[in-house]
């Protein structure tokens, strides 16, 4: 069922395995990506179960353990070493939330503009399920994403808001993308926040200063809480820095790994 970008070759370099996003793909490191594989590291990018390209034909669960399974099964399978997990927005949550369930297989993280203070899913959970297929269809929308997208970024002109609207909405055109996202919203959602003091690895937090969607004030709080942690927040950036400023972001995890190896 999976889908990924798998890495050109195998290094002997940690693995960076890279996540995304709510309701995103794996193409949301489409410009980063590239910047870690130049610098000599294996990377992948990996959809989380339930989004993304994942082939999801026999309707599986997209509920949080089933999440972490399937993201285990493929680090068993394919990836094999302890790992750089690196998750943005919700994907950080997914990035705790498996780094406290398999802390052998998280050498480190990486969490950017980190939605880890929230409560699941909240109403959503009791609503009938015809209401929740009527909230997630209207994820389709174009406007809907090109305004989330002007939202989400500090500068960004009309042609790369429309790309990212594209790129971001592509997986919803999949048969099953509408029944996995309803089934992961109605079981609850993720809810890690008494999950971050657990975490033991050392982490990275990074976060765009100007980011409107979730308050830099969060950043300071995720520093406090993670045990092993250092804050490096991108000036001029808003909630997606992998996508708006792509060099930086790719500089900082860098800066981090190789400040660790050294």
């Known amino acids: 069922m999976s889908s990924c970008v798998k890495p050109s070759q195998k290094r002997g370099k940690e693995p960076i395995v890279l996540l995304h996003g709510f309701d995103s793909s794996c193409l949301e490191w489409r410009y980063t990506l590239p910047l870690l594989e130049d610098a000599g590291f294996e990377t992948w990018a990996v959809d989380i179960l339930g989004w993304g390209f994942s082939d999801l034909e026999m309707l599986p669960p997209s509920n949080v353990a ?8 493929l680090w068993r399978l394919y990836i094999q070493r302890p790992m750089v997990l690196v998750g943005p927005s ?4 997914v990035a ?8 052998e297989e998280v050498s480190m993280l990486v969490l950017i503009d980190a939605s880890v203070y929230a409560e699941g899913t909240g109403t959503m959970t009791k609503l ?23 939202l989400a970024f500090n500068k960004v002109s009309f042609g790369s808001a429309l790309d990212s609207a594209n790129v971001g909405r592509l997986h919803c055109l999949l048969p099953w993308w509408e029944d996995t996202t309803v089934d992961f919203m109605v079981s609850g959602g993720y809810d890690v926040s008494g999950q971050i003091k657990q975490i033991k ?20 709080r995720l520093q406090k809480d993670l045990q092993n942690s250092v804050l490096h927040q991108i000036p001029e950036c808003g909630h997606i820095p992998h996508v708006e400023k792509p060099k930086s972001a790719a500089e900082s995890i860098l800066e981090f790994l190789q400040g660790d190896h050294s």
């Open 66 to 73: 089933a999440k972490r399974e399937h993201l285990f099964q």
């Open 90 to 93: 919700l994907g950080a949550a």
């Open 96 to 103: 705790i939330d498996f780094a406290a369930n398999h802390p």
């Open 128 to 150: 009938p399920r015809a209401f929740a297929y009527a909230g997630v269809s209207v994820l389709k929308s174009i406007p809907l994403r090109f305004y989330v997208n002007t």
């Open 201 to 220: 690895q050392k982490s990275l937090i990074i976060w765009g200063e100007d980011d409107r969607i979730i308050s830099s004030t969060n950043a300071l």
